[in-house]
């Protein structure tokens, strides 16, 4: 659309972003998750899990009910025109299922931003919440976290014309985009205030900003970062290294120690017989970087969250 038309080059990349976001003129370019190479879960036979509220009440219904994104590439996203889901987290939601007794093809996945996570757990809308979701001392408060499965860091993304951002003490007087209620947006209100934060509920909403000049770059994890970055090569960079650790845990409602525990159980036995690594390679390996050890289990006693 782009060589024919005379639009700007940052417009276009948007208009490729959209696009894509519509299942029009190409998907994103040979990046998108190889459906082929996704393992298949083995569903886990006479699994029994009576303490857990969450667990008998998703046997009951006959489907586990997870929270995810659906914008995020390589991570979680949502293809418009199948409604189908896919990505990294996606795999780890679909493996949980599984081991926990439940065919992965059953789960209902729901679309829940950043802001509003702890509120779907406390309530009830969700069973569990796979959506690169930092664990930490205050989100522990609030909801139980299983894991972590994955190791990010906070990073920024710019222009590819943009050459006077190269970390985060670079971005005083700069408009910052970030997630509203992410860890992200937290550290750069804290530690680098000087910037000139832009909130909105998703990534994809400040990357759309950043190429059209409205913003000067969008900060959150790398992992993030770099599947909108493949998306506009040709207009997009990651700036600097990562400047915080974003352990990546599922999200469970909090008193609910039983289900936390075998999530624990069910990541570490994904991990040792390889399931882990073939998700990781088929999803997030594809923005080529290689599959790394996953961190250690925080297998934390029941009651410790509150105050740790
Ligand atoms: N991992 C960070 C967080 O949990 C940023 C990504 C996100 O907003 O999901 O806040």
Not at 5 to 22: G, H, M, N, S
Not at 84 to 106: C, H, N, Q, V, W
Request: aromatic content about 8%; overall charge positive; glycine content about 10%.
């Amino acid at each position: 659309m782009c060589r024919t038309t005379r639009v700007p080059r940052a417009l276009c990349a948007l208009l490729v972003l959209l696009a894509a976001a519509c299942g029009k003129e190409g998907s994103p370019p040979g990046k998108g998750p190889a459906a082929g190479r996704l393992p298949h879960y083995q569903v886990a036979r006479d699994v029994r899990l009576p303490a857990s509220r969450t667990w008998t009440r998703a046997k009951r219904r006959g489907h586990f009910v997870v929270g995810v994104k659906e914008d995020q590439p390589y991570l979680g996203e949502k293809d418009p025109a199948t409604g189908t889901y896919s990505g990294f987290d996606i795999e780890i939601a679909r493996m949980m299922s599984a081991s926990l007794g439940l065919a992965p093809k059953t789960i209902r996945f729901r679309t829940i931003a950043s802001a509003n996570r702890e509120t779907a757990l406390q309530n009830g809308q969700i069973d569990y919440y796979v959506g690169t979701y930092t664990i930490n001392p205050n989100r522990k408060k609030l909801v139980g976290f299983a894991g972590p499965y994955y190791l990010a860091g906070q990073s920024l993304l710019v222009r590819k014309d943009e050459n006077t951002i190269h970390g985060p003490d670079d971005l005083a007087g700069k408009r910052v985009c970030s997630a509203a209620g992410s860890t992200p947006y937290q550290r750069v209100k804290a530690d680098y205030p000087k910037a000139v934060l832009v909130a909105y509920d998703t990534y994809s909403v400040c990357v759309d900003n950043l190429l059209t000049y409205q913003v000067d770059a969008v900060t959150t994890d790398d992992a993030i970062l770099i599947g909108y970055a493949a998306k506009v090569p040709s207009e997009l960079k990651l700036a600097g290294r990562p400047f915080s650790k974003e352990p990546y845990g599922i999200g469970v409602p909090r008193g609910d120690n039983a289900l936390r525990l075998a999530l624990d159980d069910a990541l570490a036995a994904r991990e040792r017989n390889g399931d882990w690594k073939k998700a990781y390679e088929a999803t997030l390996g594809l923005s080529g970087v290689p599959a790394p050890h996953p961190p250690a289990i925080d297998r934390y006693p029941a009651g410790r969250g509150r105050t740790a």
